[in-house]
């Protein structure tokens, strides 16, 4: 089970700051809750009113529809049939077209760090059937020719793949279902819910009596929370390669967060990124994106959009904030010991 990012229980000691000292029974309504597990993850949906119970039950019912849509596996799936349409064009739904578009505008704009045609590799890999092998670069250097968004056409509601290329929204789809789900409970009237997607956090609104969430930032070296995060009406994801990996016949350890440029898995500098955002999909796609390019390239990236925050721990356990999210986060005291960097504008 992978889980990045928790809800804290606002009874842990260490993270009460002064939040909880004017918190009152009174004022704390009893949450509607779902569990389940889809698109490989296990996932809670939190939300409060009256209406909650009813609401997350459509919320669960739509997750698991966009899955069906939208998974690799499954016979019936869009991605499946175009996965399997040996270079023929196919016709798919308005809002499969919408997700691949957003995956190759992501793509175009990480300058291919993002990639959804990586999955050949994935297999190779063994990271699709977790009977896991390290492949001869030979073989991944014949696999990245049938690897590179660009090659896709998109037009409209049609797609057409090369002949032996293969999609896979692994990267982005919890995020963009997340999205989704999210319209689907504000439109329903709820005014607070937290999504917790297999890690993937996607706050609505704030918590019922006003004060924002706080969320524990997992320590990617192993157990505990590096600090915490307050936040409302915002998405935050993060990536890395320590929670889905392999090690191999020769001891090291190989991640399922794939550099595509080399079809080797990411061995950087960074043990995770976070991102914080208005929406899931964006999260998600520059999480990703972010923990392939390194954290030199992730600074010039946010420098030049600043249309989100970030929070990247190096392996040497260095943390680096982009000064907007400085006043929301919190380091635990257990790691007050991490050296703390902010990425400013300028
Ligand atoms: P998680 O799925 O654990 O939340 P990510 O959002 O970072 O993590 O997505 C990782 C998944 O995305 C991998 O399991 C794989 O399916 C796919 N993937 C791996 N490398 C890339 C890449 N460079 N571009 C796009 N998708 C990728
Ligand atoms: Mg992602």
Known sequence: MKYKFVMLPVFIASFCLTACSNENSET????SRVNFFAM?????????????????????????????????????????RINHSEGEAVTISSETAQIL???????????GALDPTIYPILTAWGFTTEENRIPEKE????????????????????????????????????????DIVT???????????????????????????GSEWRLGLRNPFGEGEIGMLLVSDQAVVTSGNYE?????????QYGHIIDPKTGYPVDNELASVTIIAQEGKVGDALSTAMFVMGLKNAETYWKTYQDFEMIAITNDGEIYLTQGIEDQFTLSSTFSNMELHIITAN
């Not at 704390?28 to 949450?31: T, V």
């Not at 090659?151 to 997340?178: F, H, S, T, V």
């Not at 889905?244 to 090291?252: H, L, N, Q, S």
């Open 139 to 178: 073989e991944l250097d014949s696999l990245l020719e049938n690897v590179g968004y660009e090659q896709a056409e998109l037009n409209r509601n049609q797609i057409q793949l090369p002949k032996g290329m293969e999609l896979d929204l692994g990267a982005i789809g919890k995020g963009y279902a997340g």
């Open 101 to 111: 578009k957003f995956a190759f505008d992501m793509a175009e704009k990480t300058d």
């Open 244 to 252: 889905r990996y392999f090690i191999g016949e020769d001891g090291k």
């Open 40 to 80: 490989d993850t296990y996932m809670t949906f939190s939300a409060y009113g009256n209406e909650a119970e009813q609401v997350l039950a459509q919320a669960q019912e739509e997750m698991e529809r966009l899955e069906h849509e939208w998974s690799v596996t499954d016979e019936s799936s869009e991605i499946y």
């Open 183 to 209: 319209k689907l409970l504000e439109k329903e009237g709820i005014t607070s819910a937290l999504l917790d997607i297999g890690g993937n956090i996607q706050a609505i609104g704030s918590r019922p009596d």
């Open 28 to 31: 704390l309504q009893e949450a």
